[in-house]
């Protein structure tokens, strides 16, 4: 099976082309495509399929082979493919994915790819939405107990469930033994991921993202967009946020007038293979 290997700010997916492939039991190949040392290496695959609604459509499973309804870093690197491969040779294209139809706005040179802005749609805020467990209907710098530790945290939903800490060095976080207790517990029902964030300016922050399903990620494009949305909700930053990750930065602003939260940053090739499976 042909894959190609891209990433988004270092949230690296192996992208499989279902208009020329044929994939069965996607989430047991991910499992194995993405393990670093028997597999390819991988936070999941993509697979960038047909759409009887927009220009191709995206499939995302996790590292351990779950489904994620969106990714925001993985739906840049589609349409840098889209784009660059001839699937759809368009400046403005559209992704179906299972958190809706998503606009790309592609910025282009000698046929390349350089970078994307994608709307990501609007956040949701109330717990049935997001989901989590609250007798709050909006879960906005709320104390929550977590490992025998409170923290004060604020829930969005971006596509997929996130949950936003504050903290004021986010190098101090324990990352492996912190995340896994978000991820996991009760309040909320399809998992979560966490993001620690530190406020540097009123228009800069740094984050770090654990991924339900990956672990520690270099970067989260849907996690980026619901640190900005918990920025502005919180009263830290402005609506446009730089997002500094480990992975490179990614510049998000949540638009006043639509409500939408647009995301720009890098889409990046890293080679084409073969694997037999």
């Given amino acids: 099976m042909k894959f190609t290997k891209m990433h988004g700010t270092g949230n690296d997916y192996i992208y499989i082309n279902c208009f020329k492939e044929k994939v069965q039991n996607a989430p047991e190949l991910s499992k194995k495509l993405s393990d670093r040392h028997f597999g390819i290496g991988g936070d999941g695959i993509i697979l960038i399929e047909p759409s009887e609604k927009a220009d191709c459509r995206m499939d995302m499973y996790n590292a351990d082979g779950s489904r994620g309804k969106m990714c925001g870093n993985g739906i840049r690197c589609v ?20 958190s809706g139809i998503k606009t790309l706005n592609l910025e282009t040179e000698k046929g390349k790819v350089l970078s994307v802005e994608v709307n990501m749609g609007k956040p949701v805020l109330t717990a049935g939405g997001i989901p989590a467990v609250s007798a709050d ?9 977590f490992g025998g530790r409170k923290y004060n945290i604020t829930c969005v939903s971006m596509g997929n469930p996130h949950c936003v800490v504050f903290t004021d ?36 922050v740094k984050m770090r993202v654990w991924e339900r399903g990956s672990g520690e990620t270099l970067a989260c494009g849907t996690g980026a967009c619901a640190c900005t949305v918990a920025c502005v909700l919180n009263k830290k930053t402005s609506g446009r946020v730089k997002v500094h990750l480990r992975g490179g930065v990614l510049d998000v602003r949540w638009d006043e007038k639509s409500g939408d939260v647009f995301m720009r940053g890098p889409a990046e090739f890293v080679f084409d293979g073969n694997v037999e499976i």
Wanted: aromatic fraction near 8%.
């Fill in 79 to 98: 349409g840098k493919y889209a784009y660059e491969r001839g699937i759809a040779k368009k400046n403005v294209m559209t992704v179906e994915t299972l």
């Fill in 137 to 145: 209907n909006e879960i906005i710098n709320k104390p929550a107990v």
């Fill in 169 to 204: 060095n986010t190098e101090d976080i324990d990352i492996e033994r912190t995340g896994p207790l978000f991820e996991n517990d009760g309040m909320f029902p399809e998992r979560v991921n966490t993001e620690f964030v530190q406020v540097i300016d009123n228009e800069n």
